[in-house]
Structures are given as structure tokens and as C-alpha cells.
């Protein structure tokens, strides 16, 4: 890895020559500025105001602009002279607890690499002496025009270092906050932390640039020349939850449970449908008892039309007629009952009639 600055860390007396390097890098997708209409490639150059021509890179230096415009040139011999000992030291100043630095200060990160093979020694030692500690070292430092600074703590078997801004620069967070009161229940408190809990599984390496990974597949359709992959329709409709339902079906949902148990759900609505019979309570009859009173009715309806009247213990040996007959014509015939009125049933009506 290429090196961007060049320096020692001071440590008391005790100087560890090192090299800085960037810990981190991007994975974006890169895009160039084009013309719209005919697609040229769109570049920034620069051009001297004076002389009103592009100027290469090397004749580019840096300037100081005053309030009336007037332009002070500053020269890399210039700022080798500055009267800060940070100017090409990383300079330590404190030993702190890492938790007692507050994340918002962080920073671009660097890994600092020992510069020569007699740096091998100090550094080690510096290094053993954070792990020891158990600490972070806080240490000033020039970089880019500016003082910087930064923390120095133990990644593996290396040194990094971490830009720090300044206390004054981390805004304090006032008004930020909801400004009324709010009352937690103990359920919600309870469901928010088993969420949590849900939610702890998953690794920061298990984690990837989803949206990275998307521009690479329209990029590549478009190179391919294939039709772009389809975007997903947006949901519709959202069902708006109060938050302890909105809790308790998100703490469902990472446990594969489902949406609404069994016993929670509420009982479905039965229409009720008055008898025909006048069954007590306005109830639907049930099936058995449906049955019987159709068998119960068709007797009486076949008595009806002879157009007599029947009392109730003429239906019930009526019934009884009908089911020995009914049983006999079974065992005689196809199983199927008989339409015709047997003798006996005829000399039956007969006798009740007169």
C-alpha cells in the first residue's frame, strides 16, 4: 500500500519513524461526466486567469487570499517552517480509555506502518504498551495545511490511527429531541428489547452494498444490451400500527412465527337465521337436528294433502307405519323407498278415519 505521509510518532523520548497509509477504501461504482446530447466526456480544466491558458498540474501551487484579493503565495518551504513540533510528528499527549472518546469525534482512519527496520523495535513496544493499558492514545498531528487530532489504538498485530475532530467542532445536540414528555408502557419496553434480541443475529460481515451491487446489475444490462431489471413495486396501502402491534408483529416476523396466533385472533362473526320450527334463542339449527325435523315434517305433509287432520298420536303411529313399511319394501326391492301405499297402510288410514 502506498504511503501519504511520512513522520515519527513521538512517544515521551522515544521516536518510532512510521508511514502513513489509508485503512479504508470505496467501492462505489464510478461515473464520468458526459454531454447529454452526444455523449463527449466532460473534463475540468484548469485555466490561469491571467494568461487565459491550461496550466499542467506542476506549475499549481497555493495562496493565501487577503480581504482585498491580493493573493499571498505559500510554498511547501513555507509550512516546513511552522513553529508547531507536529509539522512532521505524530505527537502523543494522553493515555484514555477508548470508551471514554465520544463516536461522533471519529474520523478518516489510517494504518501506521513502521518506516525503517530499526522502527520494528519501538514500534512493537508502543504497541504492547496499548494493549496492556488496555487504553487509546490521543496525539496531534499536521496534515493536509491543518493540525489534526487523532487516536492511536491496536488493530491486530498493527498501529491505526483515527482522525479526531475537535471537541468545539462536535455540535451539542440541543432541541434535537422531542420536546413533550413521553410515558413507555413495561410491554413496549419488553417487546422493544426481545426485538433486539431478534435482531442480534446478524454479523456486520454478513451485512453487503445491496445498492452497489444493483447499479453494477443495471450497468451491466445496459453494456449487454439486455432489458433492465425490473424495479419493485413500492407497497401500497401500508396498514398503520399502533406500536405495541407494530412490536409484537416484527418480533413475530424474525422468529418465523406467524403473523397472529391461533389464540388471539378474534372468533369469526356468525350470521344468525331465525328457524322456520321457532328453535329457541333465534340459534341456526344444527345439522342432525335439521334432519329430524325434516323427517319429523314429511309425514305430516304427505297427511296434509289428503286434506284430513292428524293429531299428534296419529303422526307418531303414522311414523311407525311408514318406517316398517319403509324397512320392508327395503328388503324386498333395490333399497329405495316406495312411493305407493300398502294395503296395511290403507286399512290403517281407513280405521282412524272412521
Known amino acids: 500500500m502506498r504511503s501519504i505521509w511520512n513522520g515519527v510518532i513521538s512517544f515521551g523520548l522515544v521516536r518510532v519513524p512510521i508511514k502513513l497509509v489509508n485503512a479504508t477504501e470505496s467501492h462505489s461504482v464510478p461515473f464520468r461526466e458526459i454531454h447529454t446530447e452526444d455523449g463527449g466526456r466532460i473534463r475540468h480544466r484548469k485555466f490561469c486567469e491571467l494568461e487565459d491558458r491550461e ?14 484579493g491580493t493573493i499571498i503565495p505559500i ?33 478518516a482512519a489510517y494504518y501506521l506502518a513502521a518506516g525503517r527496520a530499526p522502527a520494528a523495535r519501538p514500534y512493537t513496544l508502543l504497541r504492547e ?61 419488553r417487546l422493544a428489547d426481545a426485538l433486539m434480541d431478534a435482531l442480534s443475529g446478524v454479523g456486520l460481515e454478513d451485512l453487503r452494498d445491496e445498492y452497489r451491487e444493483a447499479v453494477e446489475q443495471v450497468v451491466a444490462a445496459k453494456i449487454s444490451g439486455e432489458a433492465l431489471p425490473e424495479a419493485p413495486e413500492p407497497e401500497r396501502g401500508v396498514e398503520v400500527l399502533d406500536l405495541t402491534t407494530a412490536l409484537e408483529r416484527s418480533v413475530r416476523a424474525l422468529r418465523g412465527e406467524p403473523a397472529e396466533p391461533e389464540a388471539e385472533r378474534p372468533p369469526r362473526r356468525r350470521t344468525s337465521r331465525p328457524s322456520s320450527e321457532g328453535t329457541g334463542g333465534g340459534k341456526s339449527p344444527s345439522t342432525a337436528e335439521r334432519k329430524t325435523a325434516s323427517s319429523a315434517r314429511e309425514p305430516a305433509t304427505r297427511t296434509s294433502r289428503s286434506g284430513k287432520r292428524t293429531t299428534a298420536k296419529n303422526t307418531t303411529a303414522k311414523r311407525t307405519t311408514a318406517k316398517s313399511t319403509t324397512g320392508s319394501a327395503a328388503e324386498g326391492a333395490t333399497g329405495k323407498t316406495s312411493s305407493k301405499k300398502t294395503p296395511a297402510t290403507r286399512t290403517a288410514s281407513r280405521k282412524r278415519s272412521a
Open 129 to 189: 504498551t496499548l494493549k496492556r493499558g488496555n487504553r487509546v492514545a490521543i496525539a496531534k498531528f499536521a496534515l493536509r495545511g491543518r493540525e489534526r487530532l487523532g487516536m492511536l489504538r491496536v488493530v491486530g498485530e498493527a498501529i491505526a490511527l483515527h482522525g479526531l475532530l475537535w471537541p468545539d467542532e462536535v455540535r451539542a445536540p440541543e432541541g434535537i429531541a422531542p420536546a413533550a414528555d413521553v410515558t413507555l408502557h413495561d410491554k413496549e419496553l
Open 55 to 68: 496550466v499542467a498540474a506542476q506549475e499549481i501551487s497555493r495562496g493565501y487570499e487577503e480581504a482585498d
Open 75 to 107: 510554498t511547501d518551504d513555507d509550512l516546513a517552517h511552522l513553529p508547531i513540533p507536529t509539522a512532521r510528528t505524530i505527537e502523543i499527549v494522553t493515555f484514555v480509555p477508548e470508551d471514554s472518546i465520544d463516536p461522533l469525534q471519529l474520523g
